[in-house]
């Protein structure tokens, strides 16, 4: 079975950024549920989960930074997956002005 390509340094920049300004996004909707619903019971859940996609995510990008450095080993940086705020992809929701 051949070997699947991997990403691109730039590939990998681009993905950095939108995965930044994904994070984002969803720290912001957490902070939202936080301050309209209770933590726990039924009306917590929402949270729980969303707060369990902010881990996954920041798991994965944490993977994606060690791929980086074993492929891209001359280029690699941590500003790559935890790029500066003005360096992240804005992801806004239709229903959320911009900041």
């Known amino acids: ?3 699947k390509p991997r990403l ?3 590939e990998h920049t681009e993905m950095g950024r939108v995965l930044a300004g994904i994070r984002d996004e969803l720290a912001h909707r957490a ?3 936080d301050k309209a619903y209770p933590s726990s019971g039924p009306e917590g859940v929402p949270r729980k ?3 369990a ?3 996954a995510l920041d798991e994965a990008r944490s993977a994606l930074e060690i791929l980086l450095s074993g492929e891209h080993p001359d280029a ?3 500003t790559v997956y935890y790029p500066y705020p003005e360096d992240r ?3 806004i929701a239709p229903d959320r002005p911009a900041s």
Do not use: C, I, N
């Open 1 to 3: 079975m051949p070997r």
């Open 8 to 10: 691109t340094l730039d």
């Open 31 to 33: 902070t939202q549920l």
């Open 49 to 51: 989960k969303v707060g």
């Open 53 to 55: 996609a902010l881990r």
């Open 76 to 78: 690699a940086e941590t």
């Open 89 to 91: 992809s804005v992801v």
